[in-house]
């Protein structure tokens, strides 16, 4: 298999969960989520993104374990990007959180939803056991399709404020995704297509892009658990596909 074929093997399972299909995403683009709905899964979202500092730190821990020096600089870039001082983009995240009149308190203290706790759990757990080259696949597709003017960031972004009226610096989260996102995902990418040359690479970049998918897939799915009450999962585009052994039953 060729590099470029392994990308394209990685699109299409990517697109099997179709970011902007999602119905947290899609139900802002099409308006059918009220106002207080959508903040309700805002402190979701929060609570998700307090954790990008730690398994960031894993894959650039990770990186510099390896003395993969190459891969380091993505890693350390795009670590840069989503850490910046004086705001980082935790920081953002709370900028909406203050405009509706919630303290940073009472969102720590908001309980996780089902799917938001099997996310920040997959995803953790995925980048402190992997490979930083492991953890950057377990990012970049979901990065990609968030970012870039066309992407899901950027068209949240234009109904948060336009349709909903919520202000630009409480909506910066999803102006700050569609910037930075484009260009995380596709170094990432690109660091895939350098790196996963041998057949055991690329069989665990594949299981680690699965795993990023569906557990950023379980975070939205928390989002719209929250503002719902309802244990619901969204099944995506295509039926599960699972290589199981041949077997009888004695």
Not at 82 to 106: C, K, N, W, Y
Request: proline share 3%; hydrophobic share 40%.
């Amino acid at each position: 298999m060729s590099n470029e074929s392994f990308i394209e093997e990685l699109w299409s399972i990517a697109h099997e969960l179709p970011m902007v299909e999602h119905p947290w995403f899609k139900g802002i683009i099409e308006h059918r989520w009220t106002r207080e709905q959508i903040i309700v899964g805002e402190m979701q979202h929060y609570l998700r993104v307090r954790t990008n500092p730690i398994f960031f730190g894993y894959i650039l821990v990770n990186a510099v374990n390896e003395k993969n020096h190459a891969l380091m600089d993505v890693v350390m870039e795009n670590f840069m990007e989503e850490m910046a001082q004086p705001v980082s983009h935790v920081d953002v995240m709370r900028q909406f959180l203050e405009e509706v009149g919630i303290t940073r308190e009472q969102a720590d203290n908001v309980e996780p939803a089902p799917g938001t706790m099997a996310a920040i759990e997959m995803i953790i757990g995925g980048c402190q056991r992997r490979s930083a080259l492991e953890g950057i696949a377990l990012l970049s597709f979901v990065e990609a399709m968030h970012g870039g003017a066309q992407g899901v960031a950027a068209k949240v972004y234009r109904e948060l404020t336009g349709h909903y009226q919520f202000s630009p610096r409480a909506a910066a989260t999803y102006h700050l995704h569609a910037e930075q996102d484009e260009g995380h995902g596709d170094r990432q990418i690109e660091a895939l297509r350098e790196f996963a040359t041998t057949d055991e690479l690329r069989d665990k970049v594949r299981r680690a892009v699965k795993l990023g998918l569906n557990a950023f897939n379980l975070e939205w799915d928390g989002h719209v658990q929250a503002m719902t009450g309802k244990r619901e999962y969204w099944g995506g585009r295509a039926a599960v596909k699972l290589q199981t052994p041949q077997f009888k039953i004695k």
